[in-house]
């Protein structure tokens, strides 16, 4: 073997250990980040869930025979709001079912923090919806605003449904 082949052949292994190395930090780096965004997604998590619940038992409150419950688990943390009306017309029986959810999802690959909501009033859904926007990118206040207009607006048409009943 000649001196040449030698000192290349240590260059290629020292590069390909060099490369590695700079993989194996990357990927520390990743998960670090990876960790730093599941961090934030509990922290968004939890002071929205706290502002959902305070939301829907409002509306609760506002119309007798609403129950509340806390949601939690795998479709996510939030809190729903229901009522199961009976209406008899000419001896006919119809169950009304009525109800509100708001929830965020648990975190996931995709890396976003997201917000559904689901309304339902007199067996009709009237709305299903879902805000998201990535862990990094997320505006609070964008949330709140709807957790806010959600629930108000479930609330009014509430409202004009059961009146018309």
Known sequence: MSDDFQSRLESAIARGRRRAEHQASQQRQQEMSEEELKRLHT???????????????????HFPGFRYESVFGEEGWGAACYRDDLRLDSGRRTNLYSRLELVIRPFSDLRVLDLKGKGTVMNRELFNRTHYAKI???????????????????????AVKSSNA
């Open 43 to 61: 922290s968004y998590r939890l002071s929205l869930s706290e502002q959902i619940e305070q939301a829907v038992q409002r509306v609760a409150d």
């Open 136 to 158: 990094a990118e997320v505006e609070q206040e964008d949330f709140s605003q709807l957790i806010d207009s959600w629930a108000i607006e479930y609330a009014e048409m509430y």
